[in-house]
């Protein structure tokens, strides 16, 4: 076990999570930290990254234009039943896009209020514009282990029959290095992809632990009880690496995100 490890296991040990994976990494070089890296996890938000690349691909074939009007429906059906079920704005953290029901917005936005401020409804939409079967199977098609895309967000039949997202440090590692590098698509929906994810609003895991001003490429993802963040990080003067740190049992509000903090402080310290 390197002091590296050794440090960030003495962090997760102090904080009472029930259970801590950790990815990090040199983008194109080796992992530096596997810790729980194959578990996996429930995906949260962080499946929305496999959505978005999903988009980004078929955007750069001209399949979906990416002003391409999409109708905003807040109307789904439940892969579990077929039965139709709606988000609550409240449990949403962008609420603006429902009051645009029966209106159109473009592709690309959906994608940014998706990402940017993890918009449930965006998600949905999108993944009904792109079917989670295929982004499932791009995903896989890639070579990416350890992330599955079942659907959308708020199916509670689904929830209940276990058919969930799911996702693993492993796996979000190589899916975010797969664009940082270029591979996962054109390179230049690749950066296309890069700036809607250093746009993001959420900063309270990885960039809360980093210097002022470091450039991260992340997704936040939570549910009561999980805090998840999953990034690209861009320190000054050094090569970017991946860094993905899964958290359950602490609350998702305060004690997960300053685990994650703590190690991405750790990390970028070593």
């Known amino acids: ?114 990402i940017t401020v993890s918009s449930n409804l965006a998600t949905n939409l999108l993944v009904d514009l792109l079917g989670a079967e295929q982004i499932d199977a791009t995903v896989r098609d890639l070579g990416i282990e350890g992330v599955r895309v079942r659907r959308g967000v708020e199916d509670g039949p689904a929830f209940d029959a276990g058919l969930n997202n799911t996702v693993s440090a492993a796996g979000l590692a190589s899916l975010l290095e797969r664009i940082a590098d270029g591979s996962a698509a054109p390179p230049d929906a690749c950066e296309a992809m890069l700036d809607v994810l250093a746009r993001q609003a959420f900063n309270e895991g990885i960039p809360a632990g980093l210097p002022p001003g470091t450039r991260v490429a992340h997704k936040t993802g939570s549910i009561s009880g999980l805090y998840h963040d999953a990034g690209v990080v861009y320190p000054s003067g050094r090569p970017p690496y991946v860094l993905v740190v899964l958290t359950e049992g602490l609350d998702e509000t305060t004690a997960g995100p300053a685990l994650v903090a703590s190690i991405a402080r750790q990390i970028d310290k070593s």
């Not at 983008?27 to 980004?56: C, N, Q, W």
């Not at 905003?72 to 039965?83: E, H």
């Open 1 to 114: 076990m390197t002091n590296l490890e050794a440090a960030i296991r003495a962090l997760i040990r102090g904080s009472g999570a029930s259970r801590v994976a950790v990815a990090a990494g040199l983008v194109g070089g080796p992992r530096s930290v596997l810790i729980e890296a194959d578990t996996a996890f429930h995906a949260a938000s962080t499946m929305k990254l496999a959505v978005l690349l999903e988009l980004y691909r078929r955007v750069s074939t001209g399949v979906v234009p990416p002003d391409a009007p999409v109708p905003v429906r807040n109307a789904f059906r439940s892969i579990a039943d077929g039965s139709p079920y709606a988000l609550d704005p409240a449990d949403d953290s962008e609420t603006a896009l429902y009051d645009r029901e029966g209106q159109t917005v473009t592709a690309r936005e959906l994608a940014a209020l998706m």
